[in-house]
């Protein structure tokens, strides 16, 4: 399975950016798909998390209320959806994959067997 982020840019704060996750090689049905981002000298984090199937999403708390995520079965990708940018939103983001993983690690970055390259956000003040 390949994931491919796009969607990054510069946006000032307030504003939005649509990222997405486009899956090759698999077509996705069990599957849990997420968002992790990284800045410098940061540690990855986790940002939103969707259950391919339920459609049951997870967030991390320093994004409720702000960003989105969604998924597209027709087109086999994964959007988030980012509202209301902070400067602290500036980083590299990662989409994330994989199965049988449990709702108390969803958040982890070991529980996702599969990874995308990163795409960058920078929010300016």
């Known amino acids: 399975v390949q994931l491919q982020a796009s969607g990054g840019g510069l946006v000032q704060a307030g504003g939005s950016l649509r990222l997405s996750c486009a899956a090759s090689g698999r077509t996705f049905s069990s599957e849990t798909i997420g968002w992790f981002r990284q800045a410098p000298g940061k540690e990855r984090e986790f940002v939103a998390a969707?259950?391919?199937?339920?459609?049951?999403?997870y967030y991390a708390d320093s994004v409720k209320g702000r960003f989105s995520i969604s998924r597209d079965s027709a087109r086999n990708t994964v959007t988030l959806q980012m509202n209301s940018l902070k400067p602290e939103d500036t980083a590299s983001y990662y989409c994330a994959g994989g199965r049988g993983i449990i709702t108390s690690s969803t958040s982890l970055a070991a529980s996702y067997s599969y990874w995308g390259q990163g795409t960058q956000v920078t929010v300016s003040s």
């Open positions: 969707i259950r391919w199937g339920s459609r049951t999403t």
